[in-house]
């Protein structure tokens, strides 16, 4: 744990915003079709960092916990937060031993990936709920860098949520860039009486 937190805590030292101020253009994208399919308005937001994620949720009425190993990353959020006026209940955590407690309308999981936390995810969703998931895939030149644990294969995070009960809203992969990504929009089955 210290070492990941001192890892993280020094990159978000590094400067005044390590991703930036703005959520992610895919959450930012997808906001409206988010709210028309959530059943309520809590939200859980994996590996938040600074909380920029977070932070939006909370300007758009999502009552929001944010996870994250870094108390650097979670103190530029929670000073963020009081700027904006939002409440956002920024909690440091080892998601490599995080048990979730409570079930949210809404779960981010950014930028981050252990495959093993994925099922927790699911089972944390309320019925109807919806799990919003976006993270690095694996391409020759990020595999110089980084471990193969923490990089999905193509077509694997749909083959992943292919095996939940629910449906997939929407699915992309992306080999632009340095960083090719792969991203789902995913609700858990309803329970119907």
Aim: with cysteine.
């Amino acid at each position: 744990m210290d070492a990941d937190r001192v890892k993280w805590n020094t990159r978000f030292e590094s400067q005044d915003s390590f991703l930036g101020e703005w959520p992610s253009p895919f959450l930012a994208q997808e906001i409206e079709r988010i709210k028309a399919n959530v059943p309520g308005l809590s939200a859980l937001d994996i590996a938040c960092g600074e909380g920029r994620n977070s932070l939006f949720l909370a300007q758009n009425g999502f009552k929001v916990v944010g996870l994250d190993i870094s108390d650097i990353g979670l103190a530029k959020g929670q000073k963020r937060a009081e700027k904006l006026g939002v409440d956002v209940d920024f909690q440091r955590v080892d998601l490599d031993d995080y048990t979730i407690y409570g079930t949210y309308d809404l779960i981010l999981n950014f930028n981050f990936l252990l495959r093993e936390l994925i099922p927790s995810e699911i089972a944390a969703l309320n019925p109807g709920g919806v799990l919003l998931f976006d993270t690095i895939m694996a391409s020759e030149l990020l595999l110089q860098t980084r471990s193969p644990e923490y990089l999905l294969q193509p077509g694997e995070l749909l083959r992943i949520f292919d095996a939940f009960n629910g449906d997939i809203l929407f699915s992309e992969e992306s080999n632009c860039g340095d960083m090719p990504t792969a991203r789902i929009l995913f609700r858990k089955a309803r329970l119907y009486n």
